[in-house]
């Protein structure tokens, strides 16, 4: 009775679950002062600038909630990338591009879900492994290429100029309905992703693995399978980001492209409130962690500060969050306990 | 003289209310039982009383004083001491670093005065008649140490009143007779007890008064001698313990599972055929396989040999998936970690099964499963608000409804429960029991593996006996009897047999 009643908690509305919405806001209007005049496509940016991290931060989010990690995510997106780039000079097709991205994303993504899901090594050291190797082969690769493939002279590919060059990058920086397309089809996944964790029988096998996997491996779950499953899922979502950043940027460096991106995308999911333990939080968040940590970078441009510096406001922000999170609660509790 | 008095007790949990308005009077130098079932309020009741929570409404007068409200910290130096169901003691550390722990004996430089501390320690245990050395590493005590160890503990910062927890469940029947001893001599002294038991006999032995109470309600206290157990029992479950017996012969269908030499890890040559809505029972000393047989048959223990046929079709290749499309459905012993998702609501919790059965239709209708659940509820009486409260929410025997719901919900035939009344109480159990005939009686077949074998003389028309991995009897219903089977489980049939050929 003592641990029934103690957690005799609601799986239902409470202010706490949607601290996310008021980091983002409170972190938005601090952008808005600084700012001085903020106008509509300073806004939109916002979403548009989320577009690559926030899709990786949908997959991370599926991989925390089964109550594992992905480290590999930025390197994926930043080989992916690499090699689309040289496909994109090889071809000069977009459609080949895209599928490219896609599949070459997958296939990294089921590599980590094979070692992790299929052969039960630790989610960490087999991403941490990928990330080195994946990083490494695109930046081996860009090095020892000519450079008329590569599109540029140095360690770094470019896409040739070419008519379909100009579709791309027409469309990775175009707009729909006044929103800026990347952002768009980033909310299209958010929300397609929201309603698979939702109200899918996928979703919630999902969270029953990351609640108790020994309790879901005997309900029935196929826990080795759908391990493999949302690591790969994973890796597809860096295939997409890594396709938007092509078209928006129209080059890659393998060395820094999606560099420290799996680290935003924990933070970002973290900000939403998905519990690193697994089996809790709900992937709406993640929207507004990723766009919350786009905002930070607004701010830090905003008030001319050196970029270098950067990081250290995201971390310092970052623990600020979790502090609210995580004591926030606890404050609530003992003001409780002293009425 | 009351030590203490809480009256009129009120809590909730977010709304929901489980205490109402709860009495509960202790006198200075008796044994008090707080008698009731899990759920009924028992341990919210103490964690108010120790500080541990917060109550709504009421009020609590110890030793003379109003300290409604107080703190752990305060609860304890009033002379308040919890002796936990699952101990607090550190395993790492010594038995009289545990004893002095937060309240050292140090010098002005800060230093510990370990050798004044060791000799106090060793005169407590001497006063309490306890044969432990203060210098000995908690990890090298038995359960029974440890336990006296922490009323050594409570006894040296002078408690008052000292609440036990379930403080036999680990403990051989020497160690609750000297249990039983420091009691009654730390009674003699004045110290009070508040003793929460579910075993009859040790409260009928030990305790002068009681408080039953039921669905965090108050429902009456006395003196223990003024009543019987089964009066205590009556009033403890309320009405649902009316139904004594009701196991009735049913007629069976054709075989639907059958076990052919099998073997596995824990198991050899198992020959077993079960007919349609027949509930059979299984049972062994510990060891003895028929855990790992239900885990072999439901495919989450490797098959080393034989055949298994479900509704005369063979199970290949063993895997829970395959088991599950054959209508065989298996409930794990130890519920918290082999059944329950704690962060998932009851809802959740009893879909996830039928769900990896219908996974080609991937997209959840939340109507039609509520309709479902609501079904199972009603027909399994489980108390519950809403579907969307977490599982933990729910009592033992609701959460293990909940589970059974799990199963019933994939539509399974062959149910294979493997000690379903784990850490379920009285009344709830006898609820299961009803709910396992009244499944067989809808033509659901049922394996119980189980050790209580009142359990099993309750609901099986026949009971299979293992010793050693290997089946020695099978009991037809009326045959069953706590002595003979013990005298297959324990093979003393065998032994007797070959001393006298």
């Given at each position: 009775m003592s641990q029934t009643s103690l957690t005799k908690k609601k799986a239902r509305f409470s202010i706490g679950q949607y601290s996310y919405i008021l980091i983002f806001l409170v972190l938005f209007l601090v952008y808005y002062k600084v700012s001085g005049h903020l106008q509509w496509t300073g806004v939109t940016n916002i979403l548009r600038h989320s577009a690559v991290v926030g899709t990786l931060s949908f997959g991370m989010g599926l991989i925390i909630i089964t109550g594992d990690i992905d480290l590999s995510v930025g390197a994926i997106l930043g080989c992916v990338?690499?090699?689309?780039?040289?496909?994109?000079?090889?071809?000069?097709?977009?459609?080949?591009?895209?599928?490219?991205?896609?599949?070459?994303?997958?296939?990294?993504?089921?590599?980590?879900?094979?070692?992790?899901?299929?052969?039960?090594?630790?989610?960490?050291?087999?991403?941490?492994?990928?990330?080195?190797?994946?990083?490494s082969v695109s930046q081996y690769v860009c090095n020892i290429l000519p450079n008329d493939i590569k599109g540029v002279s140095g360690n770094t590919f470019k896409m040739l100029t070419t008519d379909s060059r100009n579709a791309m990058y027409a469309f990775g920086n175009g707009q729909i309905l006044g929103l800026p397309t990347c952002g768009v089809i980033f909310l299209l996944i958010a929300v397609l992703?929201?309603?698979?964790?939702?109200?899918?029988?996928?979703?919630?096998?999902?969270?029953?693995?990351?609640?108790?996997?020994?309790?879901?491996?005997?309900?029935?779950?196929?826990?080795?399978?759908?391990?493999?499953?949302?690591?790969?899922?994973?890796g597809l979502?860096?295939?997409?980001?890594?396709?938007?950043?092509?078209?928006?940027?129209?080059?890659?460096?393998?060395?820094?492209?999606?560099?420290?991106?799996?680290?935003?995308?924990?933070?970002?999911?973290?900000?939403?409130?998905?519990?690193?333990?697994?089996?809790?939080?709900?992937?709406?968040?993640?929207i507004f962690g990723a766009l919350s940590y786009t905002v930070i970078d607004k701010i830090i441009a905003a008030v001319k500060v050196d970029s270098l510096i950067n990081n250290a406001i995201k971390g310092a922000i970052l623990i600020v969050a979790i502090t609210?999170?995580?004591?926030?609660?606890?404050?609530?509790?003992?003001?409780?306990?002293k009425k | 003289m009351d030590i203490l008095e809480m009256r009129n007790i009120h809590k909730s949990f977010v709304g929901v209310p489980?205490?109402?308005?709860?009495?509960?009077?202790?006198?200075?130098?008796?044994?008090?039982?707080?008698?009731?079932?899990?759920?009924?309020?028992?341990?919210?009741?103490?964690?108010?009383?120790?500080?541990?929570?917060?109550?709504?409404?009421?009020?609590?007068?110890?030793?003379?004083?109003?300290?409604?409200?107080?703190?752990?910290?305060?609860?304890?130096?009033?002379?308040?001491?919890?002796?936990?169901?699952?101990?607090?003691?550190?395993?790492?550390?010594?038995?009289?670093?545990?004893?002095?722990?937060?309240?050292?004996?140090?010098?002005k430089t800060g230093t510990l005065k370990k050798r004044e501390m060791i000799q106090k320690c060793r005169e407590v245990f001497q006063k309490l008649g306890v044969d432990i050395d203060p210098t000995a590493l908690v990890q090298t005590l038995s359960a029974s140490e440890k336990q006296t160890l922490e009323i050594a503990k409570a006894i040296f910062f002078e408690?008052?009143?000292?609440?036990?927890?379930?403080?036999?469940?680990?403990?051989?029947?020497?160690?609750?007779?000297?249990l039983f001893k420091i009691m009654e001599n730390l009674k003699e002294e004045g110290k009070s007890f508040i003793f929460i038991s579910h075993k009859m006999p040790e409260i009928f032995r030990i305790a002068d008064r009681y408080t039953v109470l039921r669905n965090g309600e108050f429902i009456q206290s006395g003196n223990i001698k003024d009543v019987t157990a089964q009066e205590v029992t009556s009033v403890m479950v309320g009405s649902s313990f009316s139904n004594a017996e009701t196991y009735q012969p049913r007629k069976l269908g054709e075989n639907v599972l059958e076990l052919s030499d099998l073997s596995g890890d824990a198991f050899d040559d198992v020959t077993l055929n079960v007919r349609k809505g027949e509930i059979i029972g299984l049972t062994g000393l510990q060891g003895a396989g028929t855990s790992e047989l239900l885990q072999c048959v439901f495919g989450e223990l490797p098959l080393r040999g034989g055949a298994i046929r479900v509704f005369g079709k063979p199970l290949e290749k063993n895997s829970i998936h395959r088991a599950m499309k054959k209508k065989v459905a298996f409930l794990p012993s130890n519920r918290k970690e082999n059944s329950v998702l704690p962060d998932m609501s009851i809802l959740e919790n009893i879909d996830v099964s039928e769900h990896t059965l219908s996974a080609s239709h991937p997209i959840i209708r939340k109507r039609r499963e509520i309709a479902k659940y609501e079904t199972l509820k009603s027909q399994l009486g489980i108390k519950?608000?809403?579907?969307?409260?977490?599982?933990?929410?729910?009592?033992?025997?609701?959460?293990?409804?909940?589970?059974?719901?799990?199963?019933?919900?994939?539509?399974?035939?062959?149910?294979?429960?493997?000690?379903?009344?784990?850490?379920?109480?009285?009344?709830?159990?006898?609820?299961?029991?009803?709910?396992?005939?009244?499944?067989?009686?809808g033509g659901k077949t049922i394996l119980i593996n189980t050790q209580e074998i009142p359990e099993i003389q309750r609901v099986a028309d026949r009971c299979v006996i293992f010793y050693s991995g290997k089946i020695v009897k099978i009991l037809q219903h009326d045959e069953i009897t706590e002595h003979t089977v013990m005298l297959y489980a324990t093979n003393a049939i065998e032994v007797g047999e070959g001393t006298q050929s």
């Open positions: 990338a690499s090699f689309g780039c040289l496909i994109f000079n090889l071809t000069d097709s977009i459609l080949l591009t895209l599928l490219f991205c896609l599949a070459f994303g997958t296939l990294l993504g089921f590599f980590n879900g094979a070692m992790i899901g299929k052969f039960k090594l630790p989610a960490f050291i087999v991403t941490l492994a990928t990330q080195l190797i994946y990083r992703l929201i309603y698979v964790s939702t109200s899918t029988k996928y979703g919630k096998r999902l969270y029953a693995i990351g609640s108790n996997v020994k309790a879901a491996h005997m309900a029935g779950i196929n826990v080795e399978w759908n391990r493999v499953s949302v690591f790969t899922l994973t979502l860096a295939g997409i980001g890594a396709f938007l950043w092509l078209a928006m940027q129209g080059n890659v460096d393998p060395a820094t492209t999606g560099i420290n991106n799996e680290m935003f995308a924990i933070a970002a999911v973290v900000l939403g409130g998905i519990a690193m333990s697994g089996g809790k939080g709900r992937l709406v968040g993640v609210i999170q995580v004591v926030g609660p606890q404050i609530k509790r003992s003001a409780h306990k | 489980v205490l109402k308005g709860v009495e509960l009077t202790i006198r200075q130098g008796e044994v008090h039982a707080l008698l009731g079932e899990n759920g009924a309020g028992k341990s919210t009741l103490m964690n108010i009383l120790t500080g541990l929570l917060p109550l709504d409404d009421g009020q609590v007068i110890f030793d003379g004083r109003d300290v409604t409200g107080c703190s752990i910290r305060e609860s304890e130096e009033m002379g308040i001491a919890f002796v936990h169901q699952e101990l607090s003691l550190f395993n790492d550390l010594q038995a009289y670093e545990n004893i002095f722990f937060n309240k050292e004996l140090k010098t408690a008052k009143l000292l609440i036990l927890d379930e403080p036999t469940t680990a403990l051989s029947n020497a160690e609750i007779d000297h519950a608000n809403n579907p969307g409260d977490l599982v933990m929410s729910l009592s033992g025997g609701n959460q293990q409804k909940v589970f059974f719901s799990r199963w019933l919900n994939t539509n399974a035939e062959i149910l294979l429960l493997d000690n379903p009344t784990q850490g379920i109480d009285v009344g709830a159990k006898a609820e299961i029991y009803k709910l396992i005939l009244m499944l067989a009686e």
